[in-house]
């Protein structure tokens, strides 16, 4: 995997992941949502050439419900490294209100991913198989991104390191602002309720200010994730034409702001 993630505020820009589709959100939202595998691996393709470095990938099922299943996973995936060889891809194991702990743990172990992002409140839910989700991706090398809403779920994060339940190198954070603000609307502010240390930590945002709160996280050094899942607008209200829309106007800011 690359690893070409700022560090400083004095650094080159950071590294760029794209999120093009979530859990939740349909063509309906927005027809250049992708949803199908083709759809996936154009649009990653498209934003690969816009600069983004890595994708975070959601699957759904046949009736476009978001999916855990590791067949077409390793499907899409395989595509992805046939289409995208450069692009890395991280697998998301979100719950979205249809999955437990055992379901997300299935997923861990049939997919073998190198990189996938995991909730620790959605761990919590299960608090005995904790230690199992975590040893399970150290035994495999499968990188993990710890994904934090709030100050509490930080908390929670730094106790199970404390004691040894999320294992040693496991550092990886990615800080979610305004998932619970009102109309989850995201200011460059909700990035202060975080420690934010000095293990890599990355940062994704809500509604209009998505790209402000990204540049905000890049001066002080966190790397960056973009796309649909989060935002189809700009900070104007008008709808991105695509996810490489998007990608290519966050670059365009972080080299002004970085660099």
């Known amino acids: 995997m690359s690893d070409t993630r700022i560090k400083t505020e004095t650094s080159r820009r950071p590294y760029v992941l794209v999120a093009p589709n979530g859990a939740r959100r349909g063509r309906s939202d927005h027809p250049e949502l992708p949803v199908s595998i083709d759809q996936i691996v154009d649009t990653a393709r498209a934003c690969f050439e816009a600069g983004a470095q890595g994708l975070h990938l959601h699957i759904r099922d046949k009736q476009g419900q978001h999916s855990l299943d590791a067949g077409q996973y390793l499907e899409t995936m395989t595509e992805l490294r046939r289409s995208v060889p450069g692009m890395d891809v991280q697998i998301t194991t979100e719950a979205a209100g249809l999955f437990d702990v055992p379901a997300q743990l299935t997923c861990l172990e049939q997919v073998r991913p190198s990189w996938a992002s995991v909730s620790v409140r ?27 809403y709030d100050a509490d779920d930080a908390a929670l994060l730094a106790q199970w390191q404390k004691v040894g339940i999320v294992r040693d190198g496991q550092v990886d954070r990615i800080l979610v602002l305004g998932r619970y603000s009102s109309g989850q609307q995201s200011s460059p502010k909700d990035l202060d309720q975080f420690p934010t240390g000095t293990s890599p930590w990355m940062v994704c945002a809500f509604g209009a200010q998505e790209h402000a709160c990204l540049v905000h996280a890049a001066r002080r050094g966190g790397d960056v994730r973009v796309g649909f899942e989060n935002s189809l607008t700009d900070q104007n209200g008008n709808l991105w034409k695509d996810n490489a829309a998007s990608v290519t106007a966050l670059i365009a800011m972080l080299e002004g702001a970085v660099e």
């Open 122 to 148: 959605e761990i919590a839910r299960a608090p005995e198989l904790a230690p199992r989700v975590y040893e399970l991706c150290a035994e495999q090398e499968t990188r993990v991104q710890h994904i934090l």
